[in-house]
């Protein structure tokens, strides 16, 4: 057995026990915890955080360029997390798990968002409790800080915050390499140059790899990605603050409404696609094929990993550009999280579930589909109606999406690892986080070249093993978020006349605190 089989193994072991054995339900518990403890606040205060978020996008204190070196507007926070978000797993994720878990996977994705929503708002109110500023001035935050300083600050727990924060930071700095920018950039120049194909460039080979060949053209698209990206990390986040809210509304609408015109063509199949999801969500034998059914537990992990995979609630990276936010309450960034979550997921991912499952593509009472590519099974699914004689403009509306997603999703991770690498250099953190930008940008090149999924599955694990210390943080944390919360409503929404809590240093809580009292700031 090569390295690279020994490698494979290794990490699939290491992937089950992280994702299987602990990881999802380590994730739903939390979730669970954080929603009864905040009393089911996606819920009960649903018409809040709909108001704050979604109904305030025409608010200028919300929307408008803050001007700030520090940070960001609130909007353009949430734009830049749903950038890292809303990518590859929302289309071929959302695949991956209806092939591999059927269509009761989807019921996990949305049970495990549902309460994915209460996980996210806690990271977002930690984040910004415990943010503190940089070297350059900007705002600093994630759950390396609040394991450092929340965990970490109990009694005896120092050392343990510390090593967990260490543990976070260099995960997600390796995590980034791989789901956020070669296995991103690999879904990219596979469709595009599939959907946009240029002989003259995919004829010419450079060399093969198993039954995978890697031509000039995947190169050439490689290195036009690369030097965009470069173009826009280099400006740091301002810069990519400024893209992502040009790029993610515009391409969400458009996706959801290609999809919804898929769905309401097939609106006949709408009821029995939803029958299928709930009726094969509790079943421990799936019934897709008969002997060859997918186990019950494959159908929850599924549903719930391919759901954290596209909203990443749990995984404590999106806290990391929330935190750069200009807001002052650490609740109002929370009710973002809840946004976040429910517009990836609850919006984007049903779209495309619904879109496969109504259009035919695959087979709900025998599980067969027309194409076993989880990115290729939505481009059919769009084919089935964007289709004009012989040129099927479903595919080329998927490998544009794909596109952009994944585009967006390679920007934001890469603040993402700047911030975990800028946690781990400490007082080198200037110099180093521009050395790991210029390898960021390079390492496109090399997802444009891959033949193997290696670098997918072990950023996979990565994930998961972020995850993992991030929600020990979170759980521990909870006395906090509570007390967050309930200072918030009780001064928000009862109109009590009580002292705002704010932050972990008494400094900012103190600015902070003085400039909501005197400009009444909601």
Not at 51 to 59: A, I
Not at 229 to 242: E, S
């Amino acid at each position: 057995m090569g390295f690279w089989e020994s490698l494979a193994v290794v990490n699939d072991k290491v992937n089950t026990f992280v994702w299987t054995t602990i990881g999802v339900w380590l994730l739903i518990a939390t979730g669970v915890l954080m929603s009864v403890l905040t009393k089911f606040f996606q819920v009960t205060h649903i018409g809040h955080w709909m108001k704050k978020t979604v109904g305030s996008l025409f608010d200028k204190k919300v929307t408008g360029h803050t001007g700030e070196h520090a940070s960001i507007s609130q909007f353009q926070a949430l734009c830049t997390a749903l950038a890292a978000t809303v990518g590859v797993g929302n289309i071929a994720g959302v695949s991956a798990a209806i092939l591999t878990g059927g269509p009761g996977a989807v019921f996990w994705m949305w049970l495990a968002a549902f309460f994915g929503m209460m996980t996210n708002y806690s990271e977002n109110i930690l984040g910004i409790y415990f943010r503190r500023k940089n070297h350059n001035g900007e705002w600093s935050g994630g759950a390396m800080y609040y394991l450092q300083d929340g965990l970490g600050g109990y009694k005896g727990m120092k050392t343990a915050g510390r090593v967990l924060a260490v543990v976070f930071a260099v995960c997600a700095t390796l995590a980034s390499f791989g789901i956020g920018n070669m296995g991103q950039v690999n879904k990219i120049v596979l469709n595009f140059t599939s959907a946009f194909d240029i002989r003259a460039l995919s004829g010419t080979v450079l060399y093969t790899s198993g039954d995978k060949s890697v031509t000039l053209y995947m190169l050439i698209v490689g290195i036009v990605l690369m030097v965009m990206v470069g173009i826009v990390v280099i400006g740091g986040l301002q810069r990519i603050a400024i893209v992502a809210e040009k790029i993610i509304p515009f391409m969400v609408v458009m996706y959801i409404l290609g999809s919804l015109v898929i769905i309401v063509c097939n609106a006949a199949h709408i009821g029995s696609a939803f029958a299928h999801i709930f009726g094969m969500a509790f079943t421990p034998q799936a019934a897709w094929g008969g002997a060859a059914g997918v186990a019950f537990k494959t159908i929850i992990t599924q549903g719930c990993k391919r759901g954290v995979f596209s909203n990443e609630a749990g995984l404590g990276s999106s806290v990391m550009v929330h935190s750069n936010s200009n807001v002052r309450e650490p609740v109002k960034q929370g009710l973002w999280g809840i946004f976040e979550v429910f517009a990836d997921t609850i919006i984007v991912c049903t779209m495309t579930a619904l879109v496969i499952l109504t259009s035919g593509v695959v087979d709900l009472d025998t599980g067969k589909a027309v194409s076993e590519n989880d990115a290729t099974l939505v481009a059919e699914a769009f084919n089935t109606i964007f289709k004009i004689g012989n040129i099927e403009y479903g595919r080329y509306f998927v490998a544009i999406a794909i596109l952009l997603f994944a585009f967006t999703t390679i920007l934001g991770w890469s603040h993402y690892g700047s911030k975990a690498v800028e946690y781990l250099a400490g007082g080198k953190a200037p110099v180093v986080v521009k050395v790991y930008k210029v390898i960021f940008v390079l390492m496109i090149v090399s997802g444009s070249l891959m033949t193997s999924s290696i670098a997918w599955d072990i950023s996979d694990t990565f994930n998961g093993m972020m995850m993992i210390p991030n929600l020990i943080g979170v759980v521990s944390m909870s006395p906090l978020v509570m007390r967050l919360t309930s200072n918030y409503v009780r001064r928000r929404l009862k109109g009590e006349d009580i002292e705002p809590i704010l932050s972990y240093d008494p400094q900012i809580q103190a600015e902070n605190a003085k400039v909501i009292k005197e400009t009444g700031e909601d």
